[in-house]
């Protein structure tokens, strides 16, 4: 039979993800009318079976209840893994040999915020998939048959953790390392998988607890990387690596202290990967360093610019056969030796590698890679509403008389450096970037992007570092 169409609010269904507040916006009716949409939409494809999981959100057993019955509803039958990282929810997916499943996750986002990824195949769906789960429910096309799906509950976190082991062997250079886990899901593998390979660890805020009452969960953020910076110092270690709440992020503080960007990190993978694979694409995240075309196309690939988000870049990884790629926000998806999918605890395991085997501190590695005065990835609040409109004004006037990549946002491209402009896929928030040669072309482009930002109607902010 069919089922009514509930009410539900179209901003949250989202460019790669469901994302909204978890009270106000994700519900229990909502989640379930979301639940039985998407068992609809993959019992179209003769997907029968999904794996659900999710984070340690105070809001994520709720949510993850609710979608599981509307997926049961629909009739498709769900393996509950129970909490869980995103890439352990991936993992999944090829561990049970299934094609679709849910991870309820709020991922970096603040507390209130929730969220679902849902996946088709061996990867998340995103675009006009995500789109069709909403016109499923507007139009009241769910589908509730007669028999519901079934329901078991499986921990997959020793085999996955085993499988992490697997696949990383350490040099002879023994490491010491600080994991930052900021009370997300890192704590439930980071700390075992880093012994397991033969690291010193010293561990920072491995207990799951959603209420993140130590920091927030962005690595990619200094004020939230003050704990772990202390810890390196204090204690001497090689480096110290952070994840975000559901670990699909990573964020690295070298030996002295100093936050790496997520470029930084990607051309250091890639210096390992290139010489080994002359001539791969390598797909550049439009909120790159000028530095990382630059160096990667001197090491014999062939860079090209891509949009920003998770779903985006793998769908583009395959579409390229390409064997790795990153995003600035902390992403890393390795195709070269694992599965594609962003695995913060794998992506530590590979630069764990690296630094084993060479006589190098982490310093001494970033301080010889080509760096630029640039803006921290600067995110600030537009309505949803607004936000697009903006990227718009600003990309119209510069297309005009400036060089633009257009791909996502426009960036804005000068000989001395560059500007970007974007909309968040997930928040209600515009993100900026700017970069120069020297300190004098970061301050004019940053200068010039604010202005055009202010002429097109945008919202007044200042710029992080």
């Not at 068992?39 to 994520?60: C, H, K, M, P, Q």
């Not at 990282?85 to 094609?99: A, E, M, N, R």
């Not at 390409?322 to 395991?349: N, Q």
Request: proline content about 5%; charged content about 25%; hydrophobic content about 35%.
């Amino acid at each position: 039979m069919t089922a009514k169409a509930p009410e539900v609010k179209p901003h949250i269904f989202r460019e790669y993800d469901i994302r909204g507040l978890a009270d106000a916006e994700l519900g229990d009716g909502t989640v379930t009318a979301i639940g039985m949409a998407y068992g609809t939409y993959l019992a179209n494809f003769g997907i029968s079976t999904a794996t659900v999981g999710g984070d340690a959100r105070i809001s994520t057993p709720r949510i993850k209840t609710a979608v599981i019955e509307g997926l049961r509803r629909a009739g498709v039958s769900v393996i509950d893994i129970g909490m869980c990282s995103s890439p352990t929810f991936y993992w999944s997916l090829y561990h049970f040999g299934v094609d679709g499943g849910v991870m309820v996750t709020g991922s970096h986002n603040p507390p209130e915020f929730n969220g679902l990824k849902l996946a088709r195949g061996k990867s998340t769906i995103w675009g006009d998939d995500i789109q069709e789960i909403y016109r499923t429910i507007s139009e009241g096309r769910t589908v509730e048959p007669p028999s519901r799906g079934t329901l078991r509950s499986e921990d997959i976190s020793d085999a996955y953790t085993d499988m992490l082991v697997s696949k990383i062997e350490l040099g002879p250079r023994k490491l010491k390392v600080a994991l930052d886990s900021g009370n997300g899901t890192g704590g439930m593998y980071a700390p075992r998988f880093a012994r397991a390979i033969g690291c010193d660890v010293i561990e920072l805020f491995s207990e799951p607890d959603g209420r993140f009452p130590n920091h927030h969960p962005d690595p990619t953020k200094r004020p939230y990387l003050t704990s772990l910076i202390e810890s390196v110092r204090e204690n001497g270690t090689d480096l110290g690596i952070g994840f975000d709440g559901d670990s699909d992020r990573i964020g690295v503080v070298d030996d002295k202290g100093r936050m790496l960007f997520g470029d930084q990190l990607m051309l250091i993978f890639w210096r390992e990967i290139l010489p080994k694979n002359p001539g791969a694409a390598v797909i550049v995240e439009i909120k790159s360093s000028m530095m990382l075309p630059e160096e990667t196309a001197r090491l014999g690939g062939k860079p090209m610019w891509w949009k920003s988000g998770h779903s985006l870049v793998k769908a583009k990884m395959r579409e390229e056969n390409a064997l790795f790629s990153g995003e600035v926000s902390g992403h890393m998806f390795f195709a070269d030796e694992f599965y594609g999918f962003d695995d913060a605890f794998y992506a530590a395991g590979r630069l764990l590698r690296i630094l084993s085997n060479t006589d190098k501190k982490l310093s001494d590695i970033v301080d010889e890679m080509p760096s630029y005065p640039s803006t921290a990835e600067t995110r600030f609040a537009c309505p949803d509403d607004m936000k697009f409109e903006v990227v718009r004004r600003v990309r119209e006037a510069a297309v005009r008389d400036m060089e633009t990549i257009t791909v996502d946002g426009v960036r804005i491209v000068r000989e001395n450096g560059w500007g970007l402009l974007r909309a968040s896929n997930t928040q209600p928030v515009l993100v900026a970037r700017a970069e120069g040669r020297s300190q004098r072309d970061l301050d004019e482009m940053a200068s010039d992007m604010k202005r055009r930002i202010r002429d097109a109607g945008g919202p007044d902010f200042e710029w992080e570092y």
